[in-house]
């Protein structure tokens, strides 16, 4: 089945800095991307759509300068939290559509921890 | 997208079969039925999804009512391995976003 390749698994960053996650997807084309932020013991929250080429859509309450999404490629969307403070950390997963057989697939997640 | 309703948790014993309730009363016709699975601290698993009939595949069954207004996902033997949180999730446009509603905590036990 189809492939979404997130780096890295986990980060811990000092408050104040920026961090960059990355989404691949390994053996399809993703015009479309969708990042999400889940907390400890809560469902997934989208966050944003990413689309190639184009500026990425925010959910409401996001804060697109905070979350910056690039989608420069047909394979690549990154997710870059910005000016990060504790209440950042939590679970950041990317998914994108694959097609009828499969539906969405979801990268393996990455567990940001600001200190 | 139409909302679902899942029972917060459930329990299942190890090698029987785990049965798990999705109520989706406000459906539409043309509104697919998926469902997915979240291993603690893992990525979504796709597991299924169907529109009118009847699924099976390597890892489940998935029964949608005649009404459509709910569907049931079957583990046909669970394991340990299936301990997750199961969400069922309707949505019109395929490919669009996909919101996740709270799931069913299962957990199967020895």
């Known amino acids: 089945g189809a492939v979404v390749s997130q780096h890295p698994s986990w980060v811990i960053c000092k408050s104040g800095t920026s961090v960059k996650i990355e989404c691949r997807s390994l053996?399809?084309?993703?015009?479309?991307m969708f990042w999400y932020r889940q907390f400890p013991k809560q469902s997934l929250m989208l966050m944003a759509t990413?689309?190639?080429?184009?500026?990425?859509?925010?959910e409401q309450g996001v804060e697109k300068d905070k979350f910056l999404i690039n989608h420069a490629s047909l394979t690549l969307s990154t997710l870059t939290v910005t000016s990060a403070h504790p209440e950042d950390s939590s679970f950041y997963i990317c998914?994108?559509?694959?097609?009828?057989?499969?539906?969405?697939?979801f990268g393996s997640g990455t567990r940001l921890t600001v200190v | 997208d139409a909302k679902t309703t899942q029972p917060p948790s459930m329990d299942c014993a190890e090698g029987r079969a785990a049965n798990l309730p999705c109520n989706h009363s406000?459906?539409?016709?043309?509104?697919?039925v998926y469902w997915y699975r979240q291993i603690h601290s893992q990525g979504p698993q796709y597991i299924i999804h169907g529109l009118k009939n009847n699924e099976t595949n390597e890892m489940a069954s998935l029964i949608i009512t005649e009404d459509r207004k709910s569907s049931t996902l079957i583990l046909p033997h669970a394991t340990l391995r299936d301990t997750a949180v199961y969400y069922c999730?309707?949505?019109?446009?395929?490919?669009?976003?996909?919101?996740f509603g709270q799931g069913t905590e299962l957990s199967v036990k020895p």
């Open positions: 999730i309707v949505i019109y446009n395929q490919g669009g976003k996909l919101i």
């Open positions: 990413s689309n190639e080429g184009s500026k990425a859509t925010y």
């Open positions: 406000t459906i539409s016709g043309n509104e697919y």
């Open positions: 998914s994108a559509w694959t097609g009828g057989g499969y539906g969405y697939t």
């Open positions: 053996d399809f084309q993703a015009t479309t």
